[in-house]
């Protein structure tokens, strides 16, 4: 890059530009190649793109320079958007490497647009941080909005750099643990050694471990339960059938409520449930701490 080059490489009109089907191979794909480029594709009749496109170009800006945008109208440029299969817009991808390696549809949050260029910074090697950390800090906060999708590509990604990589293992499986896919979640725990130790994984472990061992239907104890209140072993076998549904919450709260009741009921069955409920959640969840405080609570009051 020329000293001119350097210079103006932080304004806007270098980060941001108007795309054509004539100029992708030059503005995208080549571009991408050393810094990852976002494709917004949008149409002057499109409320939706009207919201999308200023949230764009300010993360855009905010990134300071390790990524650019350009901004695609499909009437007046139909034939790449034809290439990449856009059904609906606003329609965005991100280009690394001369590829699309993310992207979304629709107006979303600012929040997740922030995650979205993050996590396409971290895929380009940017940011000064190591790549796999990145993706992994990406991954986390992606999960934290919501967005299972997008974690599971972070996590994905980071494997691909390190296959070993536990933290990594560990969320990735969780992503298909929280889609309900319990076989895929075991196979990719499963990629790590059995002795392994991270905490996503010993969650993801412990919640694969009461999904099997949980009854298939819980109405026959919930029914038990109604008739009798006092029937400790139908709300166990219901606390272990919530669980492996993954309703850790309700779960935690029948367990609870035997040991509100009989703390030492069948050798601490309820307790013992109970912890692994808790581990399955993992720690730093809002239904380990809570349900550690009142566990407290109980057996210390």
Same mark, same amino acid.
């Given at each position: 890059?020329?000293?001119?080059?350097?210079?103006?490489?932080?304004?806007?009109?270098?980060?941001?530009?108007?795309?054509?089907?004539?100029?992708?191979?030059?503005?995208?794909?080549?571009?991408?190649?050393?810094?990852?480029?976002?494709?917004?594709?949008?149409?002057?009749?499109?409320?939706?793109?009207?919201?999308?496109?200023?949230?764009?170009?300010?993360?855009?800006?905010?990134?300071?320079?390790?990524?650019?945008?350009?901004?695609?109208?499909?009437?007046?440029?139909?034939?790449?958007?034809?290439?990449?299969?856009?059904?609906?817009?606003?329609?965005?991808?991100?280009?690394?490497?001369?590829?699309?390696?993310?992207?979304?549809?629709?107006?979303?949050?600012?929040?997740?647009?922030?995650?979205?260029?993050?996590?396409?910074?971290?895929?380009?090697?940017?940011?000064?941080?190591?790549?796999?950390?990145?993706?992994?800090?990406?991954?986390?906060?992606?999960?934290?909005?919501?967005?299972?999708?997008?974690?599971?590509?972070?996590?994905?990604?980071? !494997?691909?750099? /390190? @296959?070993?990589?536990? *933290? %990594?293992?560990?969320? $990735? +499986?969780?992503?298909?643990?929280?889609? #309900?896919? =319990?076989?895929?979640?075991?196979?990719?725990?499963?990629?790590?050694?059995?002795?392994?130790?991270?905490?996503?994984?010993?969650?993801?472990?412990?919640?694969?471990?009461?999904?099997?061992?949980?009854?298939?239907?819980?109405?026959?104890?919930?029914?038990? !339960?109604?008739? /009798? @209140?006092?029937?400790? *072993? %139908?709300?166990?076998? $219901? +606390?272990?059938?919530?669980?492996?549904? #993954?309703? =850790?919450?309700?779960?935690?709260?029948?367990?609870?409520?035997?040991?509100?009741?009989?703390?030492?009921?069948?050798?601490?069955?309820?307790?013992?449930?109970?912890?692994?409920?808790?581990?399955?959640?993992?720690?730093?969840?809002?239904?380990?701490?809570?349900?550690?405080?009142?566990?407290?609570?109980?057996?210390?009051?």
């Amino acid at each position: 890059m020329s000293l001119i080059g350097e210079a103006n490489a932080g304004l806007p009109g270098d980060l941001i530009k108007e795309g054509s089907d004539a100029g992708f191979p030059r503005d995208v794909i080549e571009a991408s190649r050393e810094q990852p480029v976002i494709v917004d594709f949008w149409a002057t009749w499109c409320g939706p793109c009207r919201t999308l496109g200023p949230a764009l170009e300010r993360a855009v800006l905010a990134a300071k320079g390790k990524v650019k945008l350009v901004k695609i109208d499909i009437d007046k440029n139909p034939a790449y958007a034809g290439q990449m299969r856009v059904q609906s817009i606003p329609a965005v991808f991100g280009f690394v490497g001369g590829r699309p390696v993310d992207g979304f549809m629709g107006a979303v949050p600012e929040s997740q647009i922030k995650t979205f260029v993050d996590r396409l910074i971290a895929a380009g090697g940017g940011g000064g941080a190591d790549p796999a950390e990145q993706l992994l800090a990406l991954a986390k906060e992606s999960l934290e909005l919501g967005d299972v999708g997008g974690a599971a590509q972070a996590y994905a990604e980071a !494997l691909q750099g /390190d @296959p070993g990589n536990l *933290a %990594a293992i560990g969320g $990735l +499986a969780r992503c298909y643990l929280l889609g #309900g896919d =319990l076989e895929r979640a075991a196979e990719v725990a499963a990629m790590a050694p059995p002795d392994a130790k991270n905490p996503d994984l010993e969650s993801v472990r412990a919640a694969l471990a009461l999904a099997q061992d949980a009854p298939s239907d819980g109405a026959e104890f919930e029914r038990r !339960l109604a008739a /009798d @209140p006092t029937d400790h *072993a %139908a709300r166990l076998e $219901l +606390a272990k059938a919530l669980a492996g549904q #993954g309703r =850790l919450q309700e779960a935690a709260d029948h367990l609870l409520a035997i040991i509100e009741r009989d703390r030492d009921w069948n050798d601490g069955a309820a307790r013992k449930q109970l912890l692994m409920v808790f581990e399955a959640a993992g720690p730093g969840s809002d239904v380990a701490r809570q349900g550690r405080r009142r566990l407290s609570s109980l057996l210390f009051s």
